[in-house]
């Protein structure tokens, strides 16, 4: 089944033609009443008016994250706030978060977006579809949320955690469809098995997952375990949450909702676009965001666009699974985080030198992050009753930075290899790239 046929089977060239016209009255938009905006575009010598065709996005400027960060908190609205009906952020734990305003059409879209998404799950108004994304400044909940009452599906809005409980509400209700960060889902699989529930015997037909990178052997082992098929869910805070970009049942690439969002791949070191095919940076526009439109926002996820003809009839292009990152950060447990915030915490400290390595696995299918710190020559002589002391001091200084716990291991001094250029700070052990492994 299609939700919305007119608009996902159009033909390129109508389609073209929408874009356009969407993106002349965003850019106007934006101009006019975001005055970071009408500064950037008039430092540069362009106006609205410079856009005649598609390709003349090139000629507009970025958006970065540390933009957003700097006009916090409403500082991006295009809109008075009394027509904000909504709003959410980033999930960055210190630090400004980017804030995403929402009017009454902004929630449309989204719940549009997430119903066409939700559809190619197979998920109709008989279903019972269970969202363990939490509810919150996170989108995850309410995206998802939104698109399934769109659709008039049941939903469970259980948000995340209480994992025994989310098993006894799966047999007891008979969920359908199920909504989970990859992490979260191999995690519940695990507890179900330790309660006894077989959850290959469940009601369930299919599985909606993202917000995180997964390698293919994560879906293998998901879909093996709930023995139902899972589907990609892509998006962000910054231009609306999850529903920019979902999978249909090919189950090969996520179909960009490119009338809503217009999609951009570029060379990450040159700013460079390129062509069909090529992995890059994806850039995003917003096309009738009214809230907080974004022109040319860098996400900094690493994917290529794919215009090939669909199984499934829709024409929307399609892009790659997310494999990494054009930036360091790391989403751990769900919340993003850069090495330098670690940095800063540890330059805090006398005791230890900033020499420093972050390890992150996936033990039992939950992010574990490790960080390996140098203690100071002088320090690593005393006594064990004071190195203890120290673990904890850096734990709790991280803990305060970023928000989440993290294990720390004080090692020697001088044992984290040096390195010539840039350090290499992040040993990411998870492996979400199949291909280059
Ligand atoms: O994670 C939105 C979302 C919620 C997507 C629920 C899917 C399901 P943020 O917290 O702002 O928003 O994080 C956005 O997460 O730039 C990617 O780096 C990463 N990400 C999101 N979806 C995927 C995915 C939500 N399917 C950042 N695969 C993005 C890989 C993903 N990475």
Redesign the pocket.
């Known amino acids: 089944m299609i939700w919305n046929e007119e608009a996902e089977c159009m033909s390129p060239d109508e389609r073209s033609d929408l874009q356009l016209e969407r993106l002349q009255k965003v850019v106007k938009q934006a101009y006019e009443n975001v005055p970071y905006y009408r500064k950037r575009f008039d430092d540069l010598g362009i106006k609205p008016d410079d856009i005649q065709k598609l390709e003349d996005i090139e000629k507009l400027p970025f958006t970065t994250k540390d933009d957003l960060r700097e006009a916090y908190p409403f500082g991006m609205f295009a809109v008075p706030q009394r027509k904000i009906v909504e709003v959410h952020t980033?999930?960055g734990t210190t630090g400004k978060p980017t804030v995403s305003g929402y009017t009454r059409k902004d929630l449309e879209v989204w719940s549009e977006v997430m119903a066409r998404g939700l559809t190619m799950f197979g998920l109709t108004e008989d279903d019972i579809i269970q969202n363990t994304?939490g509810y919150g400044l996170?989108?995850?909940g309410f995206?998802?949320h939104y698109g399934a009452q769109n659709i008039g599906a049941t939903v469970i809005p259980i948000s995340t955690g209480q994992t025994k409980r989310q098993i006894e509400i799966m047999k007891d209700f008979g969920t359908t469809v199920l909504?989970f960060?990859p992490s979260y889902g191999l995690y519940l699989a695990e507890v179900a098995e330790e309660e006894g529930v077989d959850t290959k015997k469940l009601n369930l037909k299919s599985i909606?997952?993202?917000?995180?990178?997964?390698t293919g052997e994560m879906r293998e082992e998901i879909e093996r375990r709930f023995n139902a098929p899972a589907y990609?869910?892509?998006?962000?805070?910054?231009i609306m949450?999850?529903g920019v970009a979902l999978e249909c049942e090919e189950q090969n690439g996520?179909h960009v909702m490119e009338d809503y969002f217009y999609p951009e791949i570029i060379n990450s070191e040159t700013d460079e676009t390129l062509p069909e095919g090529e992995r890059g940076e994806m850039v995003l526009t917003t096309l009738t965001r009214e809230g907080t439109p974004l022109i040319r926002f860098r996400?900094?996820?690493i994917t290529a666009l794919r215009r090939d003809k669909c199984g499934c009839g829709r024409t929307l292009a399609k892009m790659d699974?997310?494999t990494g990152?054009a930036d360091d950060?790391l989403?751990v447990k769900?919340v993003?985080l850069f090495p330098s915030q670690i940095e800063k915490a540890l330059l805090k400290m006398d005791e230890v030198e900033p020499h420093y390595q972050i390890i992150v696995t996936r033990p039992h299918h939950l992010d574990e992050l490790e960080v390996q710190v140098e203690t100071s020559p002088k320090l690593f002589s005393d006594e064990v009753k004071e190195l203890v002391a120290i673990r904890k001091k850096i734990e709790d200084y991280i803990h305060n930075e970023i928000g989440i716990r993290v294990n720390v291991t004080l090692v020697e001094p001088k044992t984290i290899p040096r390195s010539e250029g840039k350090a290499v700070r992040v040993i990411d052990k998870r492996k979400f790239d199949d291909k280059e492994d």
């Open positions: 980033s999930s994304h996170f989108t995850g995206g998802v909504i960060t909606g997952f993202g917000a995180e990178m997964w990609n869910i892509y998006g962000l805070t910054e949450g999850p996520l996400t900094k996820d699974r997310i990152r950060m989403k769900g993003a």
